[in-house]
């Protein structure tokens, strides 16, 4: 009975010596919760017969357009057998909000009849999923974790803030073009413009005259 409770005892050391490694990724300083992109696709069938979309349905695209909310941000695109065609009259619509046709389009549900154009607006929204996130308790915390909260309120405010959801992602490319001369002119300006103490401090005066 001895021999087999000394067993027990030395397998249960030996569970204990043993460490799996476990995915905490709250045990740093870096925020869990954190800006995920979502994607969201409206569509809009026009009649384009021979490839033009008619003023009245130029009409309806914009009224569209004006219900989506359509901004900064959101993608357009035209599929169809005539969506080449018709791209310029989708285009002279979404000027009107200052926006831009994208070059190709992408996969949606249905098939495109002929004659027939589909406006597709791909929007992309930036959100912190689960969050405000008070699942865990703050205290006891042995394992010197970060609460589950943490990151909530700024990431929050990030998402909420940034005009392009994706600049969140892969951010904005420079322009490859850089005017030297431009750069050097504003150093000159610098280096060129008197201190603003160097004058001296103004006498004023703060008493109020009668």
């Known amino acids: 009975m001895r021999s087999k409770y000394a067993l027990l005892a030395l397998s249960a050391t030996l569970a204990a010596c043993q460490h799996t490694a476990e995915d905490q990724p709250d045990r740093g300083v870096a925020a869990t919760n954190v800006p995920v992109l979502v994607n969201s696709e409206y569509t809009f069938d026009a009649a384009a017969p021979g490839g033009s979309v008619s003023a009245t349905e ?29 791209r310029d009259d989708v285009a002279r619509v979404a000027g009107k909000y200052g926006m831009m046709v994208s070059d190709g389009a992408p996969v949606t549900q249905g098939t495109v009849a002929p004659d027939v154009v589909r406006v597709v ?14 699942s865990q308790p703050a205290q006891p915390n042995f394992n010197n974790r970060t609460m589950s909260n943490y990151g909530c309120g700024v990431n929050s405010n990030i998402a909420a803030m940034a005009a392009n959801p994706e600049d969140l992602i892969h951010g904005r490319e420079g322009n490859p073009y850089v005017d ?13 413009t008197q201190p603003t103490g160097k004058g001296g401090l103004k006498d004023v005066n703060t008493k109020s005259g009668n």
């Open 58 to 86: 130029q009409a309806r695209l914009d009224g569209w357009f004006a219900g989506l909310g359509l901004s900064y941000g959101d993608r357009i695109y035209v599929d169809g057998y005539s969506a080449q065609s018709a």
């Open 121 to 134: 607006v791909r929007r992309n929204r930036a959100e912190v999923p689960g969050c405000p996130n008070w």
């Open 180 to 192: 030297a001369g431009a750069a050097a002119r504003g150093v000159g300006v610098y280096y060129s």
